[in-house]
């Protein structure tokens, strides 16, 4: 299957500041998705971006399908954005529709 | 709409002990999956379903087994409980356009079943 690497691992951010999540690709996806998992436990999708640019509010998300990566962009970050970020693809070699493949997350926390 | 419910929120089992996890959605999704997360780690498919009567494989599906008998329910039942399968599981659901081959099937996740195997 495909490797979905993640970076970083880990940031910590103050409250108001902008950040940029890197989801990298070995092969070539489509059905990329970007998930939100809050401090609870509870997933949310944030988007479906197989490619190109889409935006909702303070959040916007970038594919560079022909290159292998996309990223996601948090700006003048709250306290409530704090939590794992997954990024999710299927490979387009993958026939099997329901396989995806997740990273191991990038955990941001948003500090006061 | 209630979205993806997922029953129990907790369980602890003894070691080879039986269970069922119970998924249901009422949003009419022809698929549903099944996750799970290990601690710090990402999402591990276990099982997935296409539709009623139509079960496949996912990446970790050894010690599960899945059933999709109705649009709404798909159970992922554990036969013989390890210590291995301590994890929170997910289910999620989406929609598959038929009119569009690819298109987006966004997922909608159910809060999740968090299980210790001791």
């Known amino acids: 299957g495909i490797q979905v690497e993640q970076s970083p691992p880990d940031l910590i951010l103050q409250e108001g500041a902008n950040s940029t999540l890197r989801c990298n690709f070995s092969?070539?996806?489509?059905?990329l998705q970007w998930f939100h998992q809050n401090p609870w436990g509870q997933l949310i999708n944030l988007f479906y971006?197989?490619?190109g640019t889409k935006q909702n509010g303070r959040l916007s998300a970038t594919t560079v399908a022909t290159e292998r990566y996309s990223l996601l962009y948090i700006s003048s970050s709250q306290t409530t954005d704090s939590g794992v970020y997954f990024c999710?693809?299927?490979?387009?070699?993958?026939?099997?529709?329901?396989?995806?493949?997740f990273g191991d997350g990038t955990t941001l926390t948003v500090k006061p | 709409n209630a979205g993806v419910t997922q029953t129990p929120k907790f369980r602890i089992l003894k070691i080879g002990q039986s269970m069922t996890l119970q998924c249901t959605q009422d949003?009419?999704?022809?698929?549903m999956y099944w996750y799970r997360q290990d601690p710090g780690m990402g999402l591990k498919l276990i099982y997935y379903?296409?539709?009623?009567?139509?079960?496949d494989k996912g990446e970790v599906p050894n010690g599960y087994n899945v059933s999709r008998s109705t649009t709404e329910d798909f159970p992922l039942r554990l036969e013989l409980a390890a210590p291995s399968q301590t994890s929170v599981y997910f289910c999620?659901?989406?929609?598959?356009?038929?009119?569009?081959?690819?298109?987006?099937?966004?997922?909608?996740f159910g809060p999740g079943t968090r299980l210790t195997v001791l």
């Open positions: 949003m009419n999704h022809n698929y």
């Open positions: 999710a693809g299927r490979s387009v070699n993958n026939t099997n529709a329901g396989k995806s493949t």
């Open positions: 971006i197989p490619s």
């Open positions: 092969d070539s996806v489509n059905n």
């Open positions: 379903s296409v539709g009623a009567g139509i079960t």
């Open positions: 999620a659901s989406s929609i598959r356009p038929r009119l569009r081959a690819g298109r987006a099937d966004t997922q909608y």
